[in-house]
């Protein structure tokens, strides 16, 4: 079993930055890859990030490549995202997963991830 807190969220201006950290528990989190999904007001939850279980090989939507990134330290059993030139539309709760399998065919599908942090509000104001 793997248990997810998510923390870091908060207001933010336009432009601004924000960290998000997940915190994992269970000895075996470093087996798993991890990824960060969104979901804004009214919309469907998007795929944000996600990262290999040993940190090599990282995925980014779109949306975000360039402004955002993932990061993992296997010895605290976290996972960040740091997340720079926040825009108002990047509004959203944000959550931290988790998935036993890691590739460019699994990690963008939410339906993929076994384990879910309970989410943490991101206000971006304009």
């Known amino acids: 079993q793997v248990q997810l807190v998510e923390s870091g969220g908060g207001l933010v201006q336009a432009g601004g930055s924000l960290r998000l950290s997940c915190a994992a528990s269970?000895?075996?989190?470093?087996?798993?890859?991890a990824g960060w999904f969104r979901r804004a007001p009214g919309k469907e939850r998007e795929f944000v990030a996600a990262i290999s279980w040993s940190g090599g090989r990282t995925h980014y939507a779109d949306s975000v490549k360039g402004r955002f990134t993932i990061s993992r330290d296997n010895a605290k059993n976290t996972v960040s995202l740091q997340m720079n030139s926040l825009k108002p539309e990047d509004t959203a709760v944000y959550y931290c997963a988790a998935v036993a399998s890691y590739s460019s065919g699994t990690v963008y599908y939410a339906y993929n991830y076994n384990y879910w942090g309970q989410g943490t509000q991101v206000t971006v104001s304009s």
């Open positions: 269970g000895r075996f989190f470093s087996n798993y890859a």
